[in-house]
């Protein structure tokens, strides 16, 4: 079955640290860049980082920018989110899927075109 797993949320006081990871399986990830999202209660699903399938090239949304570091280990099948000094506005259920390149645009055409989005990691940073 090919899918994609989040993994490594947890509850962190801000200023915090989390590590997600985006593991894959039934496939190999080194042919595909593979983005972060994450969707807070009442809103609406957004993008937050990606990488290219080399590795080469990444994305960060403003608000994340400085805080958080995208990474792969190909040999792992694994994708991973760093996330740094933490704040409650990162409050959110995380997903990973693969995206069409590490740009802005490539997230907007997955947020609108994707439909395969598995259950998500839940992180919670309290104030």
């Keep these: 079955q090919v899918q994609l797993v989040e993994s490594g949320g947890g509850l962190v006081q801000a200023g915090g640290s989390l590590k997600l990871s985006c593991a894959a399986s039934g496939f190999a990830l080194d042919h595909y860049g593979i983005g972060w999202f994450r969707q807070a209660p009442g809103k609406e699903r957004e993008g937050v980082s990606s990488i290219s399938y080399n590795g080469l090239f990444t994305y960060y949304s403003a608000s994340v920018q400085g805080r958080f570091t995208i990474s792969r280990d190909d040999a792992k099948n694994t994708v991973y989110l760093q996330m740094n000094n933490l704040r409650p506005e990162d409050t959110a ?8 390149g590490a740009t802005a645009q490539a997230m907007v055409v997955i947020l609108d075109e994707y439909d395969q989005w598995g259950p998500g990691t839940q992180v919670t940073v309290s104030s």
Aim: aromatic share 24%; proline share 25%; hydrophobic share 40%.
């Design 93 to 100: 259920l995380y997903y990973c899927a693969p995206v069409p």
